[in-house]
């Protein structure tokens, strides 16, 4: 099992398990026997106001703070970093670029584009036209040539709403790809869906067997097998990522991995390259 995890929440973006405090993090993940891990919780970003989505720019200092001294009084039992999850857009570079900085680690997880009005599109129960999913490639390869982040997280949530994978859903996957290979970042299987369609049906969680949890693998939306066969072909590396936001998912990082392989397809899981530590 991997013995780290770079995608980690809090109660703070409001959609996160609110009674789990930072430390109750941690000692699951000491409990799990993990060896390193990283805050990465949805950034504060002064161009997105929507409710119960990211902490508020008042709430960063306390966060960056609660993490270092958790930093401190663990040091000898798990490595803790520091980080944001951030989505770019035009207009927030000098507002990522600054938030790299206070932090160790920044993960991209580009989850909206501008539409032509300017008002964030989201995958969230909206379609993309061909072109918006152009723009969203090219919004993560913006973000890489900015040296804004230090993972690619979840890269085909793009495909969520896709019943179909087509010469443009194929496309968009090789733009992706080539951005990760050109500057050298690495993908992430997210394996949060996977927990959210199987394991915690709605809004409670329920440890199936594997056996039991194999019977709803259809209701996962990524990842995509599609796209990590395309992945799979390319000089990239690759990492799993919990994206915790429940304790249980934390508890199952095992199970969410073995399920995710199978989805994916052992003969691709052979192919990708992944990695030891970040």
């Not at 270092?68 to 207009?91: D, M």
């Not at 539409?115 to 490639?137: C, G, Q």
């Not at 040539?145 to 194929?170: C, R, V, W, Y």
Request: aromatic share 12%; proline share 3%.
């Amino acid at each position: 099992m991997q013995n780290f995890n770079y995608h980690s929440h809090t109660y703070r973006c409001g959609h996160a398990d609110l009674d789990m405090k930072d430390e109750d993090y941690i000692k699951e993940y000491i409990k799990l026997g993990i060896k390193k891990m990283a805050f990465t919780d949805h950034s504060p970003l002064i161009l997105d106001k929507r409710p119960n989505i990211r902490m508020d720019y008042s709430e960063k200092d306390e966060y960056l703070n609660s993490i270092t001294k958790l930093k401190q009084k663990y040091n000898n039992k798990i490595e803790i970093e520091t980080g944001f999850e951030v989505e770019y857009l035009p207009g927030e570079e000098k507002n990522l670029l600054i938030l790299k900085s206070e932090t160790d680690k920044i993960i991209l997880g580009q989850h909206f584009i501008y539409d032509d009005d300017k008002n964030l599109k989201t995958f969230r129960n909206n379609n993309f036209s061909d072109s918006e999913l152009i723009k969203y490639a090219q919004y993560i390869d913006k973000a890489l040539e900015l040296g804004i982040p230090d993972i690619i997280a979840h890269p085909d949530l793009f495909l969520k709403n896709s019943k179909t994978f087509n010469q443009m859903e194929s496309e968009i996957s090789h733009m992706i790809c080539k951005s990760a290979e050109k500057y050298d970042i690495p993908l992430e299987i997210n394996l949060s869906d996977v927990f959210e369609k199987i394991f915690y049906r709605d809004g409670k969680f329920n440890d199936l067997s594997i056996s039991e949890a194999r019977k709803e693998i259809n209701n996962v939306r990524y990842p995509n097998a599609n796209f990590w066969k395309i992945a799979s072909n390319y000089n990239v590396k690759v990492l799993y990522g919990i994206d915790a936001h429940h304790e249980g998912q934390i508890m199952l990082f095992d199970k969410l991995i073995q399920l995710s392989n199978e989805i994916i397809g052992n003969d691709t899981i052979k192919k990708l390259q992944f990695i030891n530590e970040l």
